[in-house]
């Protein structure tokens, strides 16, 4: 079961046909591909409208995506109501344009095949073909209010060190910048991650002994939901740009359950989402990290 907790969006309409979002960092496009075009768009057309609505550079900015699957549940609030395009109830804040497509695309995919999408009249998520124009799917564009690429001085946040290892200037940690995904080419579960880390540490890794696991906030700190990157199995991840790309869609963690000694949180950098996972079975790996000496 997830421990994330979604947080309750605080809107402001920018008059300019955004949407911000100041509680979850987002900025959104008042109307979707319902209203705009007038009709159903497959998961292909998607991506071809955000480039098209990043090449006019809308409101400003030419950084519009489709959603991932934890931003479009910030859409979602059971105590709203709005119109869909056929005129039934949905649950999204009055402050967007009604009319609307009561589902949206998400960038959640499963290989080459297909998508997520997510309804907005019962918080429910769903796959379906990447090619399917048939069902009333919409998508409505995001993006971030403020990049993870800088700090709050506006300089660089992440560096590559140029040896294999990434520092993260604002929380004081360096990072291998390849997970074990990409160095052991397979799964691995909590114990043969731990023992990956061991041995970057015995060989010391880039001059250190002190590599561990991430604990979940730490990892957290990385995924970045406005650099999709692609991975190994041509799925998309959300990473902080610095990293390398076919890296694994999943992060094991320190943070163990006080109850349950058996199960370790394991981070999901396709949807920045958490989960309690059974620390015998296989991830698809971990991300070494440790503290900046001072």
Same mark, same amino acid.
């Given at each position: ?34 209203i ?11 991506q071809? %409208?955000? #480039?098209?609505?990043?090449? #006019? ?25 709005n =119109? ?11 402050? @967007?344009s ?47 209010? #403020?990049s ?9 946040? @992440? ?5 294999g290892?990434? =520092? ?11 997970d ?15 023992? %990956? ?17 991430? =604990? ?6 990385? %995924? ?33 359950? #006080? ?15 958490y ?20």
């Amino acid at each position: 079961m997830t421990e994330k907790t979604i947080k309750k969006a605080e809107y402001v309409d920018n008059g300019d046909g955004t949407v911000s979002d100041l509680a979850n960092n987002l900025m959104w496009l008042k109307s979707d591909t319902w209203i705009e075009l007038g009709r159903r768009v497959s998961w292909h057309e998607s991506q071809l %409208y955000a #480039k098209e609505v990043n090449d #006019k550079n809308f409101a400003g900015y030419s950084n519009w995506r489709v959603p991932n699957g934890s931003e479009v549940k910030f859409l979602f609030d059971g105590e709203a109501s709005n =119109t869909d395009v056929e005129g039934g109830e949905i649950h999204l804040n009055s402050v @967007f344009s009604p009319g609307c497509g009561f589902s949206t695309w998400t960038s959640e995919t499963r290989g080459a095949k297909a998508a997520m999408g997510y309804d907005l009249r019962s918080s429910f998520e769903f796959w379906l073909a990447k090619e399917n124009d048939g069902f009333p799917s919409a998508v409505r564009l995001v993006r971030q209010l #403020k990049s993870l690429s800088t700090d709050k001085d506006g300089e660089p946040r @992440f560096v590559d060190n140029s040896d294999g290892t990434v =520092t993260d200037h604002e929380s004081q940690l360096m990072w291998k910048r390849d997970d074990s995904f990409l160095d052991l080419d397979k799964w691995v579960s909590w114990e043969e991650a731990k023992n %990956y880390i061991n041995a970057m540490n015995k060989s010391r890794f880039a001059g250190n002994t002190d590599w561990r696991m991430p =604990t979940r906030k730490e990892v957290q700190t990385i %995924y970045d939901p406005g650099n999709p990157i692609i991975d190994k199995y041509g799925d998309t991840i959300l990473l902080v740009s610095e990293f390398s790309p076919g890296a694994g869609q999943t992060c094991w963690t320190k943070t163990l359950n #006080k109850t349950d000694r058996g199960l370790a949180i394991r981070f999901q950098f396709y949807n920045g989402d958490y989960k309690w996972h059974q620390m015998g079975l296989r991830s698809h790996g971990v991300r070494a990290v440790r503290e900046i000496e001072k």
